[in-house]
């Protein structure tokens, strides 16, 4: 595991899947009512991080990373929300994003490494998150390569006003172009023989595998309302790192009946879904950008778990697409009937989880980031305004740094290198 922590990508250029996913015992889910969620995520940490390092180190980082909540909210009869935007930068990327620093960290330090530069391309949240996530860290310099002009305001403010070891690049292009950079960066062999790198995207395992943690304290939220089957849980996806965490959760014992993956109008899955056939696109703009992803990285993952079984992806998981008109209709009509505000991630899970649910089924949808990241979207839609929390204020106080580049990758690899 330490070496798919620090390289990030297989030498083949492979992603890294764990060896084997360790089946929890019975006690564990039958004590979770009385557990919180550091308590839970330790567990959950050990099983695949425990190996490599000393038991009071793994505690330590599970318990300072992982400072904050991720409450159960009750929205209609049966319908929850899972906020995960407490953290940080509000952002459910938080958790995998801070623990991946500080895992990284350590294995920098004991490996006697002098720099490792972290790679990240972003369609919205992951660069805040992972900036935020490592910034101060000796040791790691961050790279955020993001699309000019397809994050939103605030998003962009997280990660271009932090200086210090975190450099943002704005690409003239889509995240499909930025992820597809650092794809090439991994593959050269020059670039790699002249520094360390490694990816903070959900290609990483410890950025994916801790966003587990979130679906087992779900599930311990709904055992103290007494709830213990026939649940059904609800992700709006991009690059799939999060609902393959849920799966695997699943593979270790968690409960969950059936899976959701909520599209945007990139909906590269829910055509493999109904095909048989990975069609992957260049991805198209739409409200929901942390979800505009034409070719999600972790589908390799999804495959590996089942097999390459399409009948049992299908038996598994649905699929969803969620237009940028149903987006608005959601967010207005939940509001009005409910008093809830979604953001337009979180409106395509509530959309898609309200689609599929049976008689007698518990259903969650992951609200993934705080609807103020996405103001004017939200208001326009609403016809109010929308506060905005302190924490993202102090973002917006900061001063915009970024370099400009194209999307040819000799660019990119003379701004690493310090050629530029």
Not at 192 to 201: D, G
Not at 301 to 309: T, V
């Amino acid at each position: 595991m330490q070496e798919a922590v620090v390289k990030g990508l297989a030498s083949d250029k492979g992603l890294y899947m764990p060896e084997r996913i360790p089946a929890l015992p019975p006690s564990f889910f039958e004590n979770m009512s009385t557990m919180d969620f550091r308590e839970i995520s330790y567990e959950i940490a050990s099983a695949f991080f425990g190996e490599d390092m000393e038991t009071s180190v793994l505690k330590e980082i599970v318990y300072d990373t992982l400072s904050f909540d991720t409450p159960l909210v009750k929205v209609t009869d049966a319908v929850y929300s899972l906020e995960l935007f407490h953290g940080p930068t509000l952002a459910f990327k938080d958790a995998g994003a801070r623990f991946m620093a500080r895992l990284l960290g350590y294995f920098v330090k004991k490996q006697g490494l002098k720099q490792v530069n972290v790679l990240v391309a972003t369609s919205g949240d992951t660069g805040s998150a992972v900036a935020n996530g490592f910034l101060g860290v000796k040791g790691i310099h961050v790279y955020v390569l993001y699309p000019r002009g397809k994050v939103s305001a605030i998003q962009e403010c997280q990660f271009t006003t932090l200086g210090r070891n975190i450099t943002a690049l704005e690409i003239d292009g889509t995240f499909d172009d930025c992820q597809a950079l650092v794809k090439t960066a991994f593959m050269d062999r020059d670039l790699n023989e002249k520094m360390q790198l490694t990816s903070a995207n959900s290609i990483n395992v410890a950025r994916f595998l801790p966003q587990a943690f979130y679906y087992f304290h779900a599930y311990a939220q709904l055992r103290r309302l007494g709830v213990k089957e026939n649940i059904v849980v609800c992700v709006p996806s991009g690059n799939f790192g999060n609902i393959t965490a849920g799966l695997i959760a699943g593979k270790m014992g968690l409960p969950v009946k059936h899976f959701i993956a909520a599209n945007n109008k990139n909906d590269i899955f829910l055509q493999y879904l109904l095909t048989g056939l990975y069609s992957p696109k260049p991805s198209v703009q739409t409200l929901a950008n942390a979800m505009d992803v034409g070719d999600p990285s972790n589908f390799a993952r999804i495959l590996d778990l089942y097999g390459h079984s399409h009948q049992a992806i299908a038996e598994m998981i649905s699929g969803f697409c969620c237009t940028d008109e149903m987006i608005r209709e959601t967010v207005k009509t939940c509001y009005r009937e409910t008093g809830y505000l979604l953001d337009p991630h979180g409106a395509c899970g509530y959309r898609a989880l309200k689609n599929f649910m049976q008689a007698g089924e518990t259903g969650i949808f992951l609200e993934t980031a705080h609807p103020a990241k996405f103001k004017d979207t939200i208001e326009s839609i609403i016809g109010q305004e929308v506060e905005i929390p302190q924490k993202l204020r102090e973002f917006m106080k900061g001063e915009k740094q970024s370099i400009e580049l194209g999307k040819d990758f000799s660019e990119l690899k003379k701004v690493l290198t310090g050629e530029s």
